[in-house]
């Protein structure tokens, strides 16, 4: 190096070339970090900008929230009424919460509090596999291997139900709430159960009165997600529920999701069309319900950090 | 236990019953574990079973035939790697440009707390919500038309967050120490990132993208409307065309190729879970491996 | 003292001109708790300047001042105005440039996830040095200066964490003196060292004064009677007085507390 490059580089008046790639890579990484926002209202604002022309149009509330007709493709008298599918949605994530929520949670206590070492990461890993199953592979299992599976277990004339998809929802949402409610619980300090151990409490008597009020908020945001996973879940409710407009009577009717109502009707609508537009509107309603739900388990998540960072020394 | 007007944990000693109820809670716990597992297990069996004897070197390698009743599945695993790829040269760099803002610039204000909720709300939102997305930005507002361009897009969109949240945790485990090292030579936060932090945290960043790679390979939804086909007999020469895949093309065999031989799909779905769980095996290899070289 | 009990502080004075770093008024605050309160202070050119004061007096955040680190720390504030070489250290224009000729060694050795070798030959690559043999030259005179050659000569390419704590302080060291400093600020570097390398590092500290100004904060009393030219006396964020360590050590001191502090009767 030249005299006069090292006192160039010495002189604090002077900036060089890394001055200047610093300020570049912090504009780019600023724009890369805001890039997340940009395609959240991205989304919002490209199925808005179809979705809500129908809005102001066609849309009749009443009858989107109050009719089960759904029959956009009517050439006479289309009407789009989505409460068959509303309900089909919820009837399926509920009967996936039902299942899914002891389990997960059993699991995740299981595998938080009492499972140890090598028994323990085994379990998470199996957890983690789950999770990667892909939604497709799933549908595939309800359709192929559940249907014939359900129509001779209860002996009726379809197996692809409210039930089917409700337990392959189940299983699908299963992971997330065990992972984020695994980590609620290890967010408990061990001081708690040392403290309460050394009482003479045994170990169940300890997550039950102190470990799990303790992770309460934490438990409930895993639930929340797991709601959020099943109720944007398309493929498997596409494939195993039957796809079927219908109030569903019993878990052995098939019904009809929100999303595989779009994800069967969008590839046979004109572009721009009443229709297209419709599904657009459905996207809205999803787009909209998710976010309140991921917002809300943030909310409750967030709570958590901040109270554990208080508590850290 | 219940009902009494006890302190919070009577007694001294572990009394038979409180054991007896311990071990009871314990076995039942076990149990439901288990219970959620073990269709893992059931699955990846009865897949092997149905479907390895489907799978050949010819399965491979050739393209489906007569209506997708036979033949191979070339078309759709070829395209799966061009879905892929596409996706991950559009999404990694924006995604770790966003974990290294969020790790090492970003300070604690409104908009860092907004990009991190969008963060949540871009993984948390329906796949078919983002196939709507795909539909009207990349198909129809930028003109790229149903292509592997517009459905790697859509991809790169919806696993964004898998990049930045690994990436993120990645970085953040690179102890500050070696920051403030580092800043009190006069280093700028550039030099500190590209001589110190990225390359420590190279390995969990590339554990992230194998993830993605995984969570990619198996999406069905956003690429149904935005580029992938029911069947294509030839291989895609660029990213305007559009091509067959994996996810697909068990969907489409399944439910809309009835008669298909019963073990066909199996033979896909066994193809398709194998990408998927390889590369999720390697990616907790991978980190299991990382985690014992740790520099400091 | 200065008039307006500004130890060695003053505007214009003979003091200001020549010093190499002027300090004046520095208030340093952390939210609401204040760690150092109206400092005014100078360090001269080819001097070892100890600063003493039991822990939480505010000397590790007068080094951070010194060196402008304020920018990474959240919720440190920096008033007052620091000089270097006569300008005011929030007015350059490239703080890179500062930083570079301010060497830190911290109390506990910080060895960056890399070879000895590129430990200390980072600081040169930083500022634009390439060529191989130019680099070999640097990394072999820093880590002798340091006393570290002969022990690691052979093991360039090993990790440099992988060295023993005394070996890391010392590379520490050699990675400061890579910067080629004019000012070098050394935090309570025996913390982790053991006395045989902490009297190494002492001896090379004497040497290295002949070419650059050094601050040498210690919680040893003791060392900084044995190495510094004067002695500055903090405590819990007041600057007591600073003096001549000889006089101060010999008990003239302008505050009684001092005198306490280093006959050992509080910290």
Known sequence: MNPQALARSRDFDHRGRAWYADRAVTVFVFIGGTSAILFIGGIFAFIAREGLGFVFTEFDAGEFFGSIAWRPTSALDATYGALALIVGTASITGLAMVVSIPFSLAAAVFIGEFARGRVRETLKVLVELLAAIPSVVWGFIGFSIMNSLIIDIFDVPIGLNVLNAGIILGLMAAPIMTTIAEDALKAVPDGYREAAEALGATRWQVIRKVVIPAAKNGLVAAVLLGVGRGFGETMVVLMASGHSINLPDSVFDSVRALTATIAAELGETAVGSDHFRALFTLGILLFLVTFAINLAADIIMRGIRRKGERGRP | MTGTAAPLFAGTSLNARDRKIEWLVRALLGLMTALLILPVVIIMALLVVEGGPVISWEFLTTPPVDGMTAGGILPALVGTVWLVVVALIASVPVGVAAAVYLSEYAPDNWLTRAINLAIINLAGVPSIVHALFGVGAFVLFFRFGTSILAASLTLAVMTLPVVIVSTRESLQAVPRAFREACWNMGATRWQTIRRIVLPNALSGILTGIILEVSRTSGETAPIMFTGAAFFLPFLPQGVLDQTMAMSLHLFVITTQVPDAPEALPFGVALVLISMVLAMNALSIAFRVYVRGRKKW | ?267
Not at chain 3, 96 to 125: C, D, K, M, Q, W
Not at chain 3, 210 to 222: C, F, G, R
């Open chain 3, 1 to 267: 003292m200065v008039a307006g009990g500004a130890p060695n502080g003053g505007g214009a004075s003979a003091e200001a001109l020549s010093a190499k770093v002027v300090v004046q008024n520095l208030t340093i605050r952390y939210g609401n708790h204040v760690a150092l309160r109206g400092l005014d202070l100078s360090i001269r050119r080819n001097e070892i300047l100890g600063v003493i004061g039991p822990a939480g007096s505010g000397k590790t955040s007068f080094l951070r001042a010194l060196n402008r680190m304020d920018e990474f720390i959240p919720g440190m504030e920096v008033e007052g105005r620091i000089t270097f070489d006569g300008r005011d250290i929030r007015r350059v224009r490239n703080v890179y440039a500062l930083r570079s000729r301010i060497g830190v060694v911290f109390p506990l050795p910080v060895g960056l996830p890399l070879t000895v070798y590129e430990n200390v030959a980072l600081a040169p690559r930083l500022r634009g040095v390439r060529k191989g043999s130019e680099l070999d030259e640097i990394v072999e005179r820093c880590l002798r200066r340091a006393a570290l050659w002969e022990e690691v000569k052979d093991r360039l390419d090993s990790l440099g964490s992988l060295l023993s704590g005394g070996q890391q302080q010392r590379l520490t060291i050699a990675r400061a003196l890579s910067q080629e400093p004019d000012l070098l600020l050394l935090d309570e570097f025996s913390i982790a060292v053991d006395p045989v390398t902490t009297m190494r590092i002492e001896d090379v500290l004497k040497d290295l004064k002949n070419e650059m100004s050094i601050v040498l904060v210690t919680n040893l009393v003791q060392q900084a009677r044995r190495l510094a030219d004067r002695t500055a006396f903090f405590l819990t964020g007041e600057h007591v007085e600073t003096s001549d360590t000889a006089r101060i050590f010999s008990g003239i001191v302008k505050d009684p507390r001092t005198h306490d502090y280093i006959e050992g009767r509080f910290g």
